[in-house]
């Protein structure tokens, strides 16, 4: 297993590496390749003093605007396909992602709610993320309750209950809409998902959250492991079942939440990437979800980088791309399901 992680740890990391110098190169702004690399070459701080000769509007494009820009969508990547990789292990269910069980919706709610009536200076910078943290976990315990029967939690029903919530919450946030008049584009923006007119700040705030969540799924990679064998017989080898579901649960919400009020509302990535990883490296969570992490981010850059370049100097919301891969994605699998289990989900 560590010859594997060493691997394919590496080869990911390499690949995540080659994927950022090309983002980094590339943009409207009209920068040649060796203006940018000179540009971040003299932030180092044993060059930062050399005379330079480019003007500050160049500087500000690719210090301020691309730089943050890539490393933000980096990590609003591995933010969600940590949270598919999550909710996947702990449902036994491979469809399950932030999008499917309708906590994104959740989460841009509580986003959207916050803009309307101009509330974001509340907390600060935290603001957003806590509420959308608030109404994605709602959000989630009402996936959970409409998908019981008898007590119990049936994973048959589960991304039907998301579908149906995720559409409740769609009207919802479009009610709003249609009563926000100042704020309608910035409400609309959570709901297309963009890492337009993002900063510096908003890596930083989301750091944390990915400090804090990586790790505990990591802890938890061996029980996840023995969650395929289903609960009972995960409890009959040592793993405090419901103890386990509910760190993983929060740990999940809380990726999505903070993704959600970065980017806005970003489709697919955390059902697409875990799905992608476990075909390559197998079904070890202790594999897949290190390198889920990483793939997510490649994932969300490349798209990113798409969505910024394809229509130059036009912009194509992010949301808008990653729907356009991961739906026909969505139906693969949906299709492949289907005939595994000779039956509906």
């Known amino acids: 297993m560590t010859y594997k992680l060493v691997w394919y740890g590496g080869a990911a990391m390499l690949l995540l590496a080659i994927s950022i110098v090309i983002s980094l190169s590339i943009g409207s702004a009209g920068i040649s390749i060796r203006d940018v690399w000179g540009i971040l070459l003299h932030q180092l701080p044993w060059l930062a003093d050399q005379p330079v000769s480019y003007s500050p509007g160049e500087i500000a494009i690719v210090t301020q605007v691309r730089l943050s820009r890539v490393w933000l969508a980096v990590l609003v990547g591995a933010c969600l396909a ?28 509580g986003a959207a709610f ?73 409400i609309l923006f959570w709901l297309m998902g963009s890492l337009a007119m993002r900063s510096w700040d908003n890596v930083y705030m989301l750091i944390p959250f990915l400090a804090l969540g990586l790790p505990l799924l990591l802890v938890y990679g ?22 386990t579901k509910l760190i993983i649960l929060i740990s999940s919400t809380l990726l999505t939440a903070a993704a959600v009020s970065v980017s806005g509302v970003i489709g697919f990535v955390g059902l697409v990437v875990p799905h992608l990883i476990r075909l390559m490296v197998g079904p ?21 980088t798409l969505a910024r370049m394809a229509l130059t100097p036009r912009e194509i919301p992010l949301g808008v791309v990653t729907a356009l891969i991961g739906a026909p994605f969505f139906a693969y699998l949906l299709h492949r399901r289907k005939l595994k289990t000779g039956g509906p989900l």
Do not use: C
Not at 87 to 105: C, E
Not at 222 to 243: D, P, Q, T, W, Y
Not at 291 to 304: E, K, P, Q, T
């Open 114 to 186: 916050i803009i309307l009536f101009g509330l974001q200076t509340a907390l600060g910078l935290w603001t957003i993320p806590l509420v959308a943290f608030a109404t994605g976990t709602v959000t989630l315990l009402g996936v959970f309750w409409l998908s019981r029967d008898k007590g119990v939690m049936q994973i048959e029903t589960l991304i039907l209950s998301g579908v149906i919530i995720q559409s409740f919450l769609g009207a919802f946030v479009s009610f709003m809409v249609s009563l926000s008049e100042g704020v309608v584009n910035q």
């Open 82 to 109: 940590l949270a598919g990789t999550g909710f996947q292990g702990v449902l036994r269910n491979p469809l399950a992602d932030p999008y499917t069980l309708g906590v994104a919706s959740g989460s841009s709610v």
């Open 222 to 243: 061996k029980s996840l492991n023995l969650f395929v064998l289903g609960e009972r017989h995960a409890a009959h080898l040592g793993v405090r079942v419901e103890r």
């Open 284 to 304: 070890d969570y202790r594999l897949i979800t290190p390198l889920s992490a990483i793939g997510g981010g490649i994932f969300v850059l490349w798209a990113d």
